[in-house]
């Protein structure tokens, strides 16, 4: 949604732009199933191979079942983002900036 924003606010700083889960904001769409809504809203164990098996499961339920879902990668990734900075308080930060954010059809911002 950052980069969304960035995009409509800034056109000509923004080649191109791939927004994979991700929403314009229109409050009017179905919400999501409530079975995902709570696995987002899970908190993130903060033992190493208890968190890379929470977002495995994570990312494995929003890839549904049309294409494969390649466990492996999804553990080297998760493993990286875990070493990198594990910071549980950035989910929290992030789903209120997602509350936050306007309806970007149309470039609307407020």
Excluded at 65 to 87: K, L, P, S
Aim: with cysteine.
């Amino acid at each position: 949604m950052i980069a969304q924003t960035i995009a409509i606010r800034h056109p000509s700083r923004v080649l191109s732009l791939i927004s994979i889960y991700s929403t314009t904001g229109n409050r009017d769409l179905p919400p999501p199933k409530p079975e995902m809504m709570e696995l987002l809203l899970a908190p993130a164990p903060a033992e190493r191979e208890a968190y890379i098996e929470h977002m495995e499961g994570l990312f494995k339920a929003m890839a549904g079942t049309g294409f494969a879902f390649d466990e492996a990668w999804t553990r080297r990734i998760t493993a990286r983002a875990y070493a990198r900075c594990f910071c549980p308080e950035g989910t929290g930060r992030q789903l209120v900036a997602i509350m936050n954010q306007g309806d970007r059809r149309k470039g609307w911002l407020p």
